[in-house]
């Protein structure tokens, strides 16, 4: 583990841990929350779309090869494969879907996470006890969390959520998840830099573009929000087909 590579071994997992494996060339990770005997739980976008709005997001990552192995079933786990709904529980080959294994980092320095240019690898909140982690991870696993959107509630957040208890309470366009923070940050920075170009020329440009993304990366992170609340899984549960109780829910907290 480090700052070049959070790869790990299997056997050198833990129940709760937060773990994730790349996916289509690098293009975004699959998160879940290890709870032993080579198990996983995990959150899943529907069959159909990645956001549930069907964008050109959704026909990008389906037009590219399946990364999953041929067979419908998983000898293991007894896993049906084309079933790609909701908060599911797999064997960590289904998982891994022939990908490396990497360990989420939580409770990183700001100098570590901002060396961590590619988001959705570590966070500046602590991970909350295990006996914790594992109760939300199985709860939701009954109970659902929700409709996926690959901006504000994706397999990141379902992670996350699981190791902190912690919900954002806002309007923003982003969630707790650092690879959709990384998107808007980048964003922001191509949006921002060409703006100076005229003062500032190449070297300048390069340099505010870096500022800018690294400060919307550290903002957006949970460990530094303020527009977060912890929450009970119970009471996440019951609100979640009631935005009227989300919002009041995060007044009383």
Known sequence: MGVLSNKVDPQNLNPGDHIYSWRQAYIYAHHGIYIGDGMVIHFTRGADQEIGAGTVLDRLLFSLPPSHPTDTTC???????????????????????????????????????????????????????????????????????????VFKNNCEDFAIYCK?????????????????????????????????????????????????????????????????TKVPVEKLVDSLDSPAKMTEMAKLD
């Open 75 to 149: 000898q293991r786990c007894g896993r049906d494969r084309t079933r790609k709904d909701g908060v599911i529980s797999s064997c960590l080959d289904c998982f891994l879907s022939g990908g490396d294994l990497y360990l989420f980092e939580y409770g990183v320095s700001p100098a570590f996470f901002l060396a961590k240019a590619r988001g959705g690898t570590c966070t500046l909140a602590t991970s909350d006890p295990t006996e914790q982690v594992l109760h939300r991870a199985f709860f939701l696993l009954e109970n659902g969390f929700g409709g996926y959107h």
């Open 164 to 228: 902190t208890g912690l919900l954002v309470f806002t309007n923003m366009s982003v969630g707790r998840s650092g690879q959709a923070a990384s998107c808007f940050a980048a964003a922001s920075a191509l949006v921002s830099s060409p703006l100076r170009f005229m003062t500032t020329g190449i070297g300048g440009l390069s340099l505010v573009g870096c500022g800018m993304y690294c400060v919307s990366r550290l903002v957006s992170d949970i460990g530094v929000r303020r527009d977060v």
